[in-house]
């Protein structure tokens, strides 16, 4: 879409073309900060998954 809207480039002073390329900013940065949210949120999970296998291990090793 974005390289489609780089063809209307030259148009933007038309009402229109205007007002769907400020449209379509506006949903890339809102898909931008979803996409960067959802991995860190994807991310945090893995992340504390692997802290607790770590401590779980260090534990038992050190029990033994």
Not at 21 to 49: C, G, M, P
Request: net charge positive.
């Amino acid at each position: 879409i974005l390289n489609v809207l780089q063809l209307f480039d030259g148009y933007r002073e038309a009402e229109q073309i205007a007002v769907i390329s400020s449209k379509l900013e506006r949903l890339k940065q809102t898909l931008t900060i979803q996409l960067a949210n959802d991995l860190k949120a994807a991310f945090q999970v893995h992340f504390n998954y692997l802290r607790k296998a770590l401590f779980s291990f260090l534990k038992f090793n050190a029990s033994n």
